[in-house]
């Protein structure tokens, strides 16, 4: 009988070594990671084109970004945010993008102001309620621009201007330092904004330099329609 028990022991221990060694010398296929887990680098290869290289899933198993053995991320669903610079090279085909922005309501009694980077790199609109019959509104000078959002040269970014003053109140736009900044306006129109009307104003930067940046600026006003 002692022979048959240490018969079984041995024979449990070979198959516990036979299971560690098989388990030691697979492909892992799955890697189930929780808490927190630090890397110095990660790469991932699929044995096969035909698997996905990586699948993310939430807690229902739900395939949420999903990248195939060839590198195409072929899943990539729910909502993204993201901070700081997103750089894309190539073509890029979405159904829609809807553009995020927020609104800025200057509040300046002066019968002058002058937008800061934040404003006009942040806001998809902004909109003052002016002091005075005229006042002068000028752009976020082209350095601050630059430093702030707009750090490439080509870079360009659209705001709605609207002037939500009362009855004969208007606002003039203008260039914070006509040297670096240059405004232009269609053939025909202006760059006074009268009460209920509103203007959209592109930045198209045409040098982004540490020194010497330099810009366009479009005004082109709006009115309600009829």
Same mark, same amino acid.
């Given at each position: ?17 036979? =299971?560690?060694?098989? $388990? ?9 990671? #929780? ?25 229902? *198993? ?8 060839? #590198? ?5 669903? #729910?909502?993204?945010?993201?901070? #700081? ?32 980077? =934040?404003?006009?790199?942040? $806001? ?22 630059? =430093? ?40 025909? *129109? ?17 040098? =982004? ?18």
């Amino acid at each position: 009988m002692n022979n048959i028990y240490k018969i079984l022991i041995w024979l449990s221990l070979a198959i516990a070594c036979v =299971a560690l060694i098989l $388990s030691l010398t697979s492909n892992v296929t799955t890697l189930p990671i #929780g808490g927190v887990t630090n890397y110095d680098s990660l790469q991932l290869q699929s044995e096969v084109s035909s698997d996905n290289v990586l699948d993310i899933r939430d807690t229902s *198993g739900t395939s949420k970004f999903t990248i195939d053995g060839s #590198g195409n991320i072929t899943t990539w669903s #729910g909502t993204v945010s993201a901070s #700081g610079a997103f750089t894309l090279s190539g073509e890029l085909n979405t159904q829609r993008i809807i553009e995020g922005g927020t609104k800025t309501t200057l509040t300046a009694t002066s019968t002058a102001t002058t937008l800061t980077a =934040a404003q006009v790199c942040n $806001s998809a609109i902004i909109e003052w309620d002016v002091s005075g019959t005229s006042s002068t509104l000028s752009m976020a000078s082209t350095s601050l621009v630059v =430093a702030d959002c707009s750090t490439q040269t080509g870079d360009s970014f659209r705001f709605l201007l609207r002037n939500i003053s009362g009855s004969g109140e208007y606002i003039t736009v203008a260039a914070d330092d006509t040297t670096s900044m240059t405004l232009r306006e269609p053939s025909g *129109g202006d760059v006074i904004i009268q009460n209920a009307e509103s203007a959209f104003i592109d930045y198209y930067i045409t040098l =982004a330099s540490s020194t010497d940046s330099t810009s366009d600026v479009v005004v082109t006003s709006l009115q309600e329609a009829d």
